[in-house]
């Protein structure tokens, strides 16, 4: 049986159990009849033996009863939301609906929506005492948040805890429904876009204490489990790595961290600091929680480019721009600390880069412009295997003469191909290749 099916069996014996613990909250609250209506007595479906991945997710957290409620209620509107349509009951007294329901309306959902509230109603009714044992369900602590399974979407406004919507995480939803594996899309909400490359390690042109650096990176990722806790240094080590990858444009920063997604299996999320940073009070920290949440407990490695945007120096206090603008920085620095995934942080100057952050790096890696041996390397990998060197091109002595990166050494490649084809040939000549170059070096201001 496949994981959709196994899913869609066991979810039908669970919703099963939630409409008749719904019922009995209704009978219960509005005193049907003189029958006693305890929601608790109504066991939820025994998942011993079960083998599907809703099952396998209830086990590995050790749910009670009010977690299953709660997880159930949060699935409903994606799986059966008319299950939820007994919530629409009016208030006659009033003309309205019931506050109690909690719940919302969603701009093109046309069902219920439950909040914490609607949590409350049914595993507590008017019981305050065990409406207040409840409160850790939503606690930060609570495996729900830290595991990212489901979270009380909180409101800036001050708006009461519980009256805020009930948010079943993407990456669970997709678990606990068809069973694959979600990627989430880059959007206004998750600022990140995934990268990754068709070069192998092999074609990674460093020094070798550069590289000798990155295999620490590698290194920690495939043995940090043993370490942490085979080892027993969990309580010594924190959970993460943290590297800042600093040098000129073009010296492999990106490709390196590609590279050590590739190499050990990993997703390597790059964070779009143009919608991560916010002129609005709060948004900032906002748009960056929902990439640190969503990393949380994933293998993934977080890449912020040109990171001086987001994690520059602090300044003196002169006013209230100046106050946010160091919370922000504080913020993002407990996030990246307390961050359990690789992040790794890229600048071209590393005295951009907050100190408080600096001595909380495991690593800083240089990336220096190549010398005349790692460029020959570049020069001589870099060309089709379609084309032909003109006899007048000398490699060895364009990469001893012309200082150039990794980055810039693709860009002249492109020109003289495209030169070659424009021209009806797969000749590469030396004078294009010339004429490459001087474009580089006309980007920086040098005339060759």
Known sequence: MTHLAQNAATLERELVWFTAVLDARFASYFQVDDAGHDVYALTPPDLSGDRSLYALAVGEHDMGF??????????????????????????TSFDRGFTEFGGIRGQHHNGFLPTGE???????????????????????????YRNNVLRLEVDQRQEPLLSSPLILSREYLSR??????????????????????????????????VL????????????????????????TIKPGFRSLFYGPPGTGKTLTASLLGKTTGRDVYRVDLSLV????IGETEKNLANVFDQA???????FFDEADALFGKRTQTRDAKDRYANQEVAYLLQRVEDCPSVVILASNLKGNIDDAFARRFQSMIYFPVPGPEQ???????????????????????IAEDYELTGGAIVNVLRYASLMALRRGTNVILLHDLLQGIRREFRKDGKVV
């Open 66 to 91: 009010a977690e299953r409620l709660i997880l159930i209620l949060a699935l409903a509107p994606h799986i059966r939301p008319q299950a939820l349509d007994s919530f629409f009951l009016k208030n």
């Open 118 to 144: 609607t949590a409350m109603f049914i595993l507590a009714g008017s019981d305050l005492e065990r409406r207040f044992a409840l409160y850790g369900l939503f606690d930060p602590d609570h495996f729900f």
């Open 176 to 209: 606990l429904t068809t069973g694959g594996a979600y990627k989430p899309e880059y959007s206004s909400t998750f600022p990140a876009t995934r990268i990754a490359t068709r070069l192998i390690w092999e074609d990674l042109v460093l020094p070798e204490a």
């Open 212 to 235: 000798e650096a990155v295999y620490e990176i590698k290194g920690w990722i495939d043995h940090s489990h043993t370490l942490l806790h085979a080892w027993g240094l969990e309580k």
């Open 277 to 280: 940073v916010s002129k609005y």
């Open 296 to 302: 949380a407990h994933k293998d993934w490695i977080l």
């Open 375 to 397: 460029r020959l390397r570049l020069w001589q990998h870099a060309f089709s295997a379609r084309s032909v060197l003109e006899n007048a091109v000398d490699l060895e002595r």
